[in-house]
């Protein structure tokens, strides 16, 4: 499986952005997908994950009410809606799948692909 993220870029606090991840391979739906991000310094963090179906989602505490997690199965995408955006969700955000399908366990070990990574900015 391959992985292109995009969509990232500079944004005032309070924006909204709109990632977006696109897989190879034609087993897309039988992978749990994952959106975590990095800032430096620091260890990757999970964001959100979303379940093969599509039905089962989880988010970070830290993005809960803000972000959004959801994938067209059609198209082979995973996307991350982001709204109301704060200064310290700056960060390289990252896609990965988990052929387990198994989004329950958010550690980034548990995630066998994984994307190139997109800056995300946001300015206060």
């Known amino acids: 499986v391959q992985l292109q993220a995009s969509g990232g870029g500079l944004v005032q606090a309070g924006g909204s952005l709109r990632l977006s991840c696109a897989a190879s391979g034609r087993t897309f739906s039988s992978y749990a997908m994952g959106w975590f991000r990095r800032t430096p310094g620091k260890e990757r963090e999970f964001v959100a994950a979303?379940?093969?179906?599509?039905?089962?989602?989880y988010y970070a505490d830290s993005v809960k009410g803000r972000f959004t997690i959801s994938r067209d199965n059609t198209k082979n995408t995973v996307y991350l809606q982001m709204n109301n955006l704060r200064p310290e969700d700056t960060a390289v955000y990252y896609c990965a799948a988990n052929r387990y399908n198994d989004p329950w366990r958010t550690a980034p070990v548990n995630y066998n692909y994984w994307g190139q990574g997109t800056l995300v900015t946001v300015s206060s």
């Open positions: 979303i379940s093969g179906s599509g039905v089962n989602k």
